[in-house]
């Protein structure tokens, strides 16, 4: 579902040598990827290609059949809304609003991710809720400004927003950063339930190794780029 090749990715023209250079990878419907690599390495300059936020500079990246390279800024704005739940390391949460609203927000751009989030549940305040119960989030807070919650509540709020409308893929850029070892392991564990639930392809960026073990692939950014095709 993922099918990269020979890509290459320039945050300037003018720069001697790639940010990210890729010969080849394919990643598969449903995998689960710990994706790793020293800081500087393009991680997040990698999941913003993925996500459809930058444009290679040159090669392929084809997501469910879509060719992300050849599409405008707007078409990949729709291909993300549509297809992509991104958990940022910050969780970028609108911290005027509740929970239940930031969740809804997750498929308010997309029509295809409303119709989805409405097999499980009447409306869509029905179906934020139901994730952000199934996320460990009791209804007491659904309401609350979010900028009141825990950190590890706001973790579960990002999550239940990526989560709603079961979009194919789901990338998630250090989402544990901020929790103990035991409430990090509880999270993925969540976070692997939602993703089985929808078939959902997991992409998990981590500085954290004690966490690879818990995937059934893993990425190291660095060895992936030295490989030739
Ligand atoms: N918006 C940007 N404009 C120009 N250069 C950038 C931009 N964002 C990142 N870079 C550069 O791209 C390179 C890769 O950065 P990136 O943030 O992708 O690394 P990372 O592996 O995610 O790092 P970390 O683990 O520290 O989060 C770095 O040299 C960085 O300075």
Same mark, same amino acid.
């Given at each position: 579902?993922?099918?990269?090749?020979?890509?290459?990715?320039?945050?300037?023209?003018?720069?001697?040598?790639?940010?990210?250079?890729?010969?080849?990878?394919?990643? =598969?419907?449903?995998?689960?990827?710990?994706?790793?690599?020293?800081?500087?390495?393009?991680?997040?300059?990698?999941?913003?290609?993925?996500?459809?936020?930058?444009?290679?500079?040159?090669?392929?990246?084809?997501?469910?059949?879509?060719?992300?390279?050849?599409?405008?800024?707007?078409?990949?704005?729709?291909?993300?809304?549509?297809?992509?739940?991104?958990?940022?390391?910050?969780?970028?949460?609108l911290p005027y609003l509740s929970?239940?609203e930031n969740?809804?927000?997750?498929?308010?751009?997309?029509?295809?991710?409303?119709?989805?989030?409405?097999?499980?549940?009447?409306?869509?305040?029905?179906?934020?809720?139901?994730?952000?119960?199934?996320?460990?989030?009791?209804?007491?807070?659904?309401?609350?400004?979010v900028?009141?919650?825990?950190?590890?509540?706001?973790?579960?709020?990002?999550?239940?927003?990526?989560?709603?409308?079961?979009?194919?893929?789901?990338?998630?850029?250090?989402?544990?950063?901020?929790?103990?070892?035991?409430?990090?392991?509880?999270?993925?564990?969540?976070?692997?339930?939602?993703?089985? =639930?929808?078939?959902?392809?997991?992409?998990?960026?981590?500085?954290?190794?004690?966490?690879?073990?818990?995937?059934?692939?893993?990425?190291?950014?660095? =060895?992936?780029?030295?490989?030739?095709?």
């Open positions: 579902m993922i099918n990269i090749k020979q890509l290459s990715f320039k945050w300037q023209k003018q720069q001697s040598n790639p940010t990210l250079a890729i010969a080849a990878l394919e990643i =598969a419907k449903g995998e689960h990827v710990f994706l790793h690599g020293p800081s500087g390495c393009g991680k997040s300059t990698f999941l913003s290609l993925l996500a459809g936020i930058n444009r290679p500079t040159s090669g392929s990246l084809n997501i469910f059949g879509c060719e992300l390279s050849k599409l405008t800024n707007s078409k990949r704005d729709v291909f993300r809304a549509d297809h992509i739940g991104y958990i940022f390391q910050n969780f970028n949460l929970p239940l969740v809804t927000l997750g498929c308010q751009f997309s029509k295809q991710r409303q119709k989805k989030a409405l097999v499980n549940s009447m409306t869509l305040n029905q179906e934020a809720a139901r994730l952000l119960n199934a996320l460990g989030l009791s209804e007491q807070f659904h309401l609350q400004n900028a009141n919650l825990s950190i590890g509540q706001q973790q579960r709020v990002a999550a239940a927003r990526a989560f709603i409308g079961s979009p194919e893929l789901i990338i998630a850029d250090e989402p544990t950063s901020a929790l103990d070892t035991g409430n990090r392991q509880a999270f993925i564990k969540l976070l692997f339930e939602q993703a089985q =639930a929808a078939n959902s392809t997991l992409i998990f960026v981590s500085h954290d190794e004690s966490l690879q073990p818990l995937f059934n692939r893993n990425i190291d950014l660095i =060895a992936l780029q030295e490989q030739l095709s």
